[in-house]
């Protein structure tokens, strides 16, 4: 089966993108290993960035995890793992998580000072995304169509939603819209969605056969998905796209919708971008939305809606993710985390 996954494989090798598996792993003959302090952490390839309390949390590769009260002075917390680490969410100023390869997921309860170990299989895959529905239930997706849920607060973690699982996907994000139902994004244009809180599974049609990175509520109802080659769409009404059930998707039988008119049929409206590059995640600002990606690519939409249109700024390597704080805009990417000021 031919699959958009050589194609986006063979970007993450080139470090073009956000790293991701190629390839299933062997198993180590080791156990996790905790991570070196590096006196230039701050200079590692990071995949992510979110705001706890006070902090600003980032995290990346070789298990780096920083902090910073200012944007400028990062510190290393320890981290149990140097393996790469791709996603870090927090669910209020304290109790937080991170995810990574080996199916690595670590949790915090004193802002992301101190992190302990809840999962890591050296047989399983990459992590990319988390999800708490409440205290106890969570669920968290990944490479190759990882899926696990806990149901005690993080501290055991299954394998679940098995006909997803079956698709072999990567699944790059996980998100609760202001509906309850849940959308998970991912490779070969999978547009998964849950009425249940993840006790079935429903593939959306979908506008585009590339892989989806990331995902934004929009509205009561909607949601917005972008990902490769620039590629953004959003849709007013999930429920309203035409659905099946997971199990009897194929993927080989999706094919990327340019005539508008079909677009409609099927519940989605692109949304114009003059760039082609990839675009792997999104910061909510006051009155727009910012897209990073490729190349320092940073494109902007006013007032969330109408075209995307570019942002200069000093970034020249790849641009993963973004938060503002102390009312600057800091982004994390391939040469690691960079201040880009004031996005207008």
Same mark, same amino acid.
């Given at each position: 089966?031919?699959?958009?996954? +050589?194609?986006?494989?063979?970007?993450? /090798?080139?470090?073009?993108?956000?790293?991701?598996?190629?390839?299933?792993?062997?198993?180590?003959? %080791?156990?996790?290993?905790? @991570?070196?302090?590096?006196?230039?952490?701050?200079?590692?390839?990071? +995949?992510?960035?979110?705001?706890? &309390?006070?902090?600003?949390?980032?995290?990346?590769?070789?298990?780096?995890? +920083?902090?910073?009260?200012?944007?400028?002075?990062?510190?290393?917390?320890?981290?149990?793992? =140097?393996?790469?680490?791709?996603? *870090?969410?927090?669910?209020?100023?304290?109790?937080?998580?991170?995810?990574?390869?080996?199916?690595?997921?670590?949790?915090?309860?004193?802002?992301?000072?101190?992190? !302990?170990?809840?999962?890591?299989?050296?047989?399983?895959?990459?992590?990319?995304?988390?999800?708490?529905?409440?205290?106890?239930?969570?669920?968290?997706?990944?490479?190759?169509?990882?899926? /696990?849920?806990?149901?005690?607060? &993080?501290?055991?973690?299954?394998?679940? @939603?098995?006909?997803? @699982?079956?698709?072999?996907?990567?699944?790059? $994000?996980?998100?609760?819209?202001?509906?309850?139902?849940?959308?998970?994004?991912?490779?070969?244009? +999978? /547009?998964?969605?849950?009425?249940?809180?993840?006790?079935?599974?429903?593939?959306?049609?979908?506008?585009?056969?590339?892989?989806?990175?990331?995902?934004?509520?929009?509205?009561?109802?909607? @949601? %917005?998905?972008?990902?490769?080659?620039?590629?953004?769409?959003?849709?007013?009404?999930?429920?309203?796209?035409? $659905?099946?059930?997971?199990? !009897?998707?194929?993927?080989? !039988?999706?094919?990327?919708?340019?005539?508008?008119?079909?677009?409609?049929?099927? &519940?989605?409206?692109?949304?114009?971008?003059?760039?082609?590059?990839?675009?792997?995640?999104?910061?909510?600002?006051?009155?727009?939305?910012?897209?990073?990606?490729?190349?320092?690519?940073?494109?902007?939409?006013? =007032?969330?809606?109408?075209? /995307?249109?570019? *942002?200069?700024?000093?970034?020249?390597?790849?641009?993963?993710?973004?938060? *503002?704080?102390?009312?600057?805009?800091?982004? *994390?990417?391939?040469?690691?985390?960079?201040?880009?000021?004031?996005?207008?």
């Amino acid at each position: 089966m031919m699959r958009a996954t +050589l194609a986006l494989a063979a970007a993450m /090798l080139a470090g073009n993108a956000v790293a991701q598996e190629a390839a299933p792993q062997a198993a180590p003959s %080791v156990g996790p290993r905790a @991570a070196l302090m590096a006196a230039k952490a701050q200079q590692a390839r990071m +995949l992510d960035i979110t705001i706890a &309390g006070s902090y600003a949390v980032a995290v990346g590769e070789q298990g780096v995890i +920083l902090r910073s009260s200012d944007g400028k002075t990062w510190t290393q917390s320890p981290s149990p793992v =140097n393996s790469m680490l791709t996603r *870090v969410r927090f669910t209020d100023d304290k109790h937080g998580w991170v995810l990574g390869y080996s199916g690595s997921i670590l949790q915090t309860e004193d802002g992301g000072a101190t992190w !302990k170990l809840r999962h890591y299989d050296a047989t399983q895959h990459a992590m990319y995304d988390i999800l708490f529905l409440d205290a106890q239930h969570g669920l968290a997706v990944g490479g190759f169509g990882n899926v /696990l849920e806990t149901r005690d607060g &993080g501290a055991n973690w299954e394998a679940s @939603a098995p006909a997803l @699982a079956d698709q072999r996907l990567h699944l790059n $994000s996980i998100l609760k819209l202001a509906d309850g139902s849940i959308l998970i994004a991912g490779e070969h244009g +999978l /547009l998964a969605r849950s009425t249940d809180q993840g006790a079935s599974w429903k593939a959306l049609s979908s506008p585009y056969i590339g892989s989806f990175f990331g995902s934004v509520a929009q509205g009561d109802k909607g @949601a %917005v998905v972008y990902g490769m080659r620039g590629n953004v769409f959003e849709t007013a009404d999930l429920a309203a796209c035409p $659905s099946e059930d997971i199990a !009897k998707w194929d993927p080989d !039988k999706q094919e990327t919708i340019e005539d508008p008119a079909k677009m409609a049929a099927l &519940g989605w409206k692109k949304i114009e971008n003059p760039s082609r590059e990839s675009l792997f995640g999104t910061l909510q600002m006051k009155s727009s939305r910012v897209f990073f990606g490729i190349n320092g690519t940073v494109m902007q939409q006013q =007032n969330n809606e109408g075209a /995307l249109a570019p *942002v200069k700024t000093s970034a020249v390597e790849t641009l993963v993710h973004g938060v *503002v704080f102390n009312n600057r805009v800091i982004a *994390v990417g391939r040469q690691g985390i960079q201040d880009l000021g004031r996005v207008p």
